[in-house]
């Protein structure tokens, strides 16, 4: 059901993955290639895939789970990026780009715990049949 509260969540975290594509134009980490634009394609469609097999709890943890290690992965490719760029880091002259991937993090984190919430709930609802 899409009125549950995990999807709120997943859809936090697909919301930040769409920021980071609209804010990461200017991240250019190993020359030409899109490695940023690439994933937040990837997090948005993994992310949508997600919300919407909600009646398999599995593969829902399974797909956040993946959507954690990739975001896990670009905060690491942006703070690459942020430490080879001139002058130091400074967050407010360089952007904003690692905190969206940490914000997904949190959310999809958030989000498995409900997962797993009801996957207990339909368990012993079962167990009482």
């Known amino acids: 059901m899409l009125q549950r509260i995990q999807t709120i969540w ?6 930040a993955a769409v920021f980071l594509f609209i804010t990461g134009q200017d991240v ?31 593969r829902q943890i399974l797909l956040n ?3 954690i290690i990739i975001n896990a992965l670009l905060i690491g490719v942006l703070a690459y990026w942020l430490l080879n760029l001139s002058g ?31 996957e207990r709930l339909v368990k012993s609802v079962d167990r009482l049949r």
Do not use: H, W
Not at 96 to 118: Q, S
């Open 65 to 67: 789970t993946i959507s």
């Open 88 to 118: 130091g880091i400074q967050f407010p002259e360089k952007g904003i780009e690692p905190v969206f991937p940490l914000i997904a993090i949190i959310c999809l984190f958030i989000a498995n715990i409900y997962i797993r919430k009801d």
């Open 28 to 58: 250019a980490v190993f020359g030409n290639i899109p490695v940023v634009d690439s994933a937040c394609i990837v997090l948005v469609l993994v992310g949508l895939l997600s919300v919407f097999s909600f009646k398999n709890r599995k």
């Open 10 to 15: 997943i859809f936090l975290a697909v919301l």
